[in-house]
């Protein structure tokens, strides 16, 4: 293997973020590590808005295994400020849309880092799902319950 190269063994054919890491769709990349790639959003929601994204191939958040986890989450914490500073902005939302329902358009896992400014009229994550649910203390035990059973807590 080339030194530098991406491993296409762990790369699907036909996802523009693997063709992006690949090299073979341009991108405005800001930040790489032999893991993560980070590059600006083609179609940005604010000036700086980047996407951060495992270099290898994962669909969601689950797929991504604890070193690559970790490895994504590393550098959205380090670049998160930087963007900010980079922009001038006030604050940033930091979000993943994961699975096709939540939003997710490209089958590769991809962090978001929206920056934000004092009046820009946007929303806080809160916004992004739909109707609330109005749940009991009862209920939410037994949501809290179903969840700690299926993470084996
Ligand atoms: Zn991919």
């Known amino acids: ?32 590590t032999d ?8 179609n940005p929601l604010a000036r700086g808005h980047t996407l951060v994204i495992p270099k290898s191939h994962a669909r969601h958040v689950g797929d991504l295994g604890s070193e690559l986890a970790s490895a994504v989450f590393d550098a959205v914490a380090e670049l998160t400020p ?5 922009v001038d902005a006030d604050a940033a939302n930091v979000g993943i ?3 096709e329902a939540a939003g997710q358009e490209i089958p590769h ?11 820009d009229g946007g929303s806080p994550i809160h916004a992004v799902a739909g109707r609330r649910p109005d749940l009991s203390d009862e209920e939410l035990d037994a949501v809290a319950d179903e969840i700690a059973d299926a993470t084996g807590a």
């Not at 190269?5 to 341009?26: K, L, Q």
């Not at 930087?82 to 980079?86: F, G, L, N, P, S």
């Open 1 to 32: 293997m080339i030194p530098g190269a991406p491993d296409r063994t762990r790369m699907s054919d036909d996802c523009i973020f693997c063709s992006i890491v690949a090299g073979d769709i341009p991108a405005r990349t800001v930040y790489e």
């Open 35 to 42: 893991d993560v790639l980070a590059f600006l959003d083609a």
């Open 82 to 86: 930087r963007i900010q500073e980079a």
């Open 97 to 99: 849309n994961d699975g």
């Open 109 to 119: 896992v991809h962090a978001h880092v929206v920056p934000r400014f004092e009046g």
